[in-house]
């Protein structure tokens, strides 16, 4: 299975991509550039480069995919972590590996090396520019050619009539300046219009890239929404700490698996769906965060080292 497509849209989404058990494709911000040697306006942009280091799951890739192929989460998470130890192998042979849209994978020294393509900008404010170069004006070369001209024609032109030829000379090239900055500044709304929408898209990848640094927990800004029917069942009465098994796209994959867990002598429970249209399956709840990490640590040695713990404010 090929993922560099959903890699490369999601990186127009978010800054930080990560394939589990394998790396994160990183993206930075440039502002726009000004090359006097060149006479060459570049446009803002964001340069992508790669960290092994950031190979935990935080969920996006993979439920991107499995929202995109109709798949569930686990099955899903298989199968790209399969392609995660794939490309290990081919790096470790010598191989090098082509991300079309992204960049070139490599191996030297037991490091991982990225080449960014650079051949598309995943800066959505500034789609649809490009680098250009103006030539700047040259005005002691135009009058030094209008004065040899001078002395070649026939007639004379006066004074007057030169300052007026050299008014419209000077009115051509600078419309083509005033074409110029007004374009660059047109570039700079645009990019200033729309660094709120980004700021927006990054709030909340933020909260799941911090499961890479931090213990594995983030916090949700609204609590879930229980099944009506699951409350006055069980009865039971929910912790706002809990430590979550796994996520599912269909709702009956989620009963199986509280199902598994029950059989191993859990106390398992169905929690709800999250804002990503996960259905999330919880070992238990506790009132108390420590018992909560206590009981996470205990899961992750004994059952699941995916196990995370999930809060509520």
């Not at 192929?69 to 290990?88: D, P, R, S």
């Not at 090239?173 to 709120?196: G, Q």
């Amino acid at each position: 299975m090929r993922i560099d497509s959903y890699i490369e849209k999601l990186l127009f989404e978010y800054n930080c991509v990560v394939v589990p058990g394998f790396g994160a494709f990183l993206a930075h911000t440039t502002s726009a550039v000004i090359d006097a040697a060149k006479n060459t306006f570049v446009p803002p942009s964001k340069i992508i480069s790669f960290n092994a280091q950031l190979s935990k799951n935080d969920g996006l890739l993979v439920s991107h995919i499995a929202k995109e192929k109709k798949l569930g989460y686990e099955e899903m998470l298989q199968e790209v972590e399969a392609v995660a130890k794939m490309w290990k192998q081919r790096l470790n042979q010598g191989e090098s590996i082509e991300l079309f849209g992204i960049g070139k994978l490599s191996q030297k020294d037991q490091r991982i090396q990225f080449q960014p393509e650079n051949k598309v900008n995943f800066l959505t404010s500034s789609f649809g520019l490009s680098s250009f170069t103006a030539n700047p004006v040259q005005r002691e070369v135009m009058k030094e050619e209008i004065q040899e001209l001078e002395e070649k024609i026939p007639f004379i032109i006066t004074p007057e009539q030169r300052e007026t030829a050299s008014f419209r000379s000077w009115l051509k090239y600078a419309a083509v300046i005033f074409l110029a900055v007004s374009m660059a500044a047109t570039s700079y709304r645009t990019y200033d219009d729309l660094k709120e929408k980004e700021v927006a898209a990054q709030e909340i990848k933020d909260k799941e890239v911090s499961r890479l640094i931090q213990e594995a927990t983030f916090f949700e800004s609204a609590p879930l929404e229980l099944p009506a029917i699951s409350i006055e069942v069980t009865k039971k009465q929910l912790g706002k700490h809990h430590v979550i098994a796994g996520a599912f796209r269909e709702e009956q994959n989620a009963e199986k698996r509280v199902a598994q867990l029950k059989d191993k002598g859990f106390n398992a429970f169905y929690l709800g769906m999250n804002r990503y249209g996960l259905h999330q399956v919880a070992y238990d709840s506790f009132e108390d965060p420590k018992e909560a990490l206590a009981f996470l640590k205990k899961v992750k040695a004994t059952d699941s080292r995916d196990a995370w713990l999930l809060s509520e404010k």
